[in-house]
């Protein structure tokens, strides 16, 4: 495929658009609507919605240039045997992961709630990873998908920040992948961490990956059209 530069903090970045892919972390009905798992925590998720348009431009970006999208979604099985006890036990009993709402039973795959949302929503060819934790490494055979595909570096995209993205890309860098983590892309229910969650990524040289925003990585995308 061809090769990029990417303006990125701290450093540009050289990437090879076949061996990168685009990684939407848990754009689901359930973190960015109300009356799902992001609302029953206590959240107002209208903070999300500004990650949304960015992060569609980057996603028909990608497809264009045939580069690989990967979506992931946080949930668990309906009989909830793959659920942390502590993690269910959080919350109100008639408001937590497994309780009926209005998108259906919270956080439970299969569900209204659990699924992307339209703006976002997978093609057929997109591998959807469905992961019990916030990293989208544990548990799940996304190292295995990136390895058969020859995958070094992740564009990644989604929420939250500081949440399972961070954990995403921590898991990423253990693993030897390179994350370019797109600003504007992603968002947090609380707008400190979303900074923070960004700044500790590109600090100490890029302990855990680095930074750009939409803009730079469409404009690199656009000299390949
Ligand atoms: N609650 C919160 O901020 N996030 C999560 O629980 N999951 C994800 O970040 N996807």
């Known amino acids: 495929m061809a090769r990029l530069t990417v303006e990125s903090e701290p450093a540009p970045l050289s990437v090879d658009t076949g061996t990168a892919a685009l990684l939407i972390i848990d754009m689901q009905r359930d973190f ?5 798992f992001g609302e029953a925590l206590g959240n107002d998720v209208s903070r999300l919605q500004a990650a949304v348009p ?15 999208v990967i979506h992931t979604r946080e949930g668990h099985r309906a009989d909830l045997s793959d659920a942390p006890p502590l993690k269910v036990e959080r919350g109100d009993p008639n408001n937590r992961i497994g309780a009926r709402g209005p998108m259906g039973r919270i956080l439970i795959r299969g569900e209204p709630g659990h699924d992307i949302i339209p703006e976002l929503y997978p093609l057929r060819d997109e591998p959807v990873i469905d992961k019990p934790g916030k990293g989208a490494f544990y548990q799940t055979d996304l190292e295995l998908m990136l390895r058969n595909r020859g995958i070094d570096t992740l564009f990644v995209c989604g929420v939250t920040t500081e949440v399972c993205v961070n954990t995403t890309v921590r898991e990423a860098n253990d ?11 992603c968002a947090s229910y609380f707008p400190q961490f979303h900074e923070a969650g960004l700044a500790m990524i590109k600090a100490q040289g890029g302990i855990f990956g680095s930074v750009t925003g939409s803009k730079p990585l469409l404009k690199s995308l656009a000299t390949l059209a």
């Open 175 to 185: 693993r030897g992948f390179r994350c370019i983590v797109l600003s504007d892309c």
């Open 54 to 68: 960015p992060c569609r431009e980057v996603l028909f970006a990608a497809r264009k240039i045939g580069m690989l």
């Open 32 to 36: 960015l609507e109300p009356g799902g």
